[in-house]
């Protein structure tokens, strides 16, 4: 299970670095197929509480990507103006 979560908290990293907050509903999609198995071999419980903690691990992580990603696009360093223009 720990897997799971911390392979959704990887993904949500770079999915809020470079995508919109769209992409994790199709994304979250794909997590209930590794739950599925998680699931299958450790019971019904543990899936269902994989699919929950990779879906959280995921949105939290997408929440951070979004923030460095809005960071970095409001603070860039600006040039400094030229001589032309005094």
């Known amino acids: ?30 997590v209930i197929p590794a739950a599925y198995f998680v699931g299958h071999t450790d019971g019904l419980t543990m899936g269902v509480v994989a699919f929950i903690s ?16 809005i960071f970095i696009e409001n603070f860039e360093p600006q040039r400094a103006p030229s001589e032309d223009f005094i």
Do not use: D, W
Not at 56 to 68: D, K, N, T, Y
């Open 1 to 30: 299970m720990l897997e799971i979560v911390l392979a959704s908290g990887i993904c949500g990293l770079l999915l809020g670095r470079y995508f919109r907050v769209y992409v994790c509903l199709f994304a979250m999609l794909f």
């Open 54 to 69: 990779s879906v959280v691990a995921m949105q939290g992580c997408f929440l951070i990507g979004a923030m460095v990603r």
